[in-house]
């Protein structure tokens, strides 16, 4: 199989609750430390790890129960073919 890297990013918004769920989950991730979840993750700081969980539970599909609910938090994509 053949794969492609595409580098993209994303303008997304948030809530406060959004925020201390994150937050929460990567204080509670820092109890254990061999999980997978801190795999690549060395040296990042509480607040990238907080930011990453955000957006990863964002574009995963977490927050959008609804169709269309996606573009509430994703403001704005720009992508590249060479990364």
């Known amino acids: 199989m053949e794969t492609q890297k595409v580098k993209t990013c994303f303008t997304i918004t948030f809530t406060t609750e959004q925020y201390q769920h994150a937050k929460a989950y990567v204080d509670d991730m820092k109890k254990h430390p061999n999980r997978v979840f801190w795999h690549g993750k060395k040296g990042k700081t ?31 994509m720009d992508s590249m073919v060479s990364a």
Not at 48 to 69: C, K, M, T
Request: net charge negative.
């Open 46 to 76: 509480d607040e990238e790890l907080v930011i990453e969980q955000i957006a990863h539970r964002i574009l995963s599909g977490f927050y959008n129960d609804a169709p269309f609910n996606a573009s509430r938090h994703i403001v704005r």
